[in-house]
């Protein structure tokens, strides 16, 4: 299984990034892809990871982190083995490592150890 995350970068406080993740890999060819549920974490420079949104197997279901609710949105294209966290208005405390993590059960899941599959991770940098 391979998680291949992209997208990010450095924007401005207020502004906007949308990162996507791909699935690929024997696992995802055999139980596909939206069988699995999803999410994004994230850490911080000398922070621990952190999760900051998760969704279902369809996309019916979705969570996100009190500290982005509202501002980002997570959304998958099964058909092209894909999940996207679209992030606006994004604040310098936004910066961080985001990791993109699949789960061989169908729900929305917010602990790291229900995840089984994590990405390399894509930097994304908030400047005030």
């Known amino acids: 299984v391979q998680l291949q995350a992209s997208g990010g970068g450095l924007v401005q406080a207020g502004g906007c990034l949308r990162l996507s993740c791909a699935a690929s890999?024997?696992?995802?060819?055999?139980?596909?892809?939206?069988?699995?549920?999803m999410g994004w974490f994230r850490q911080a420079p000398g922070k621990e990871r952190e999760f900051v949104a998760g969704?279902?197997?369809?996309?019916?279901?979705?969570y996100y982190a009190d500290s982005v609710k509202g501002r980002f949105t997570i959304s998958r294209d099964n058909a092209k083995n894909t999940i996207y966290l679209q992030m606006n208005s994004l604040k310098p405390e936004d910066t961080a490592v985001y990791y993109c993590?699949?789960?061989?059960?169908?729900?929305?899941?917010?602990?790291?150890?229900?995840?089984?599959?994590w990405g390399q991770g894509t930097l994304v940098t908030v400047s005030s």
């Open positions: 993590a699949a789960r061989p059960a169908a729900g929305v899941a917010r602990l790291q150890d229900q995840y089984d599959y």
């Open positions: 890999g024997r696992t995802f060819s055999s139980y596909t892809f939206s069988s699995y549920g």
């Open positions: 969704i279902s197997w369809s996309g019916g279901s979705t």
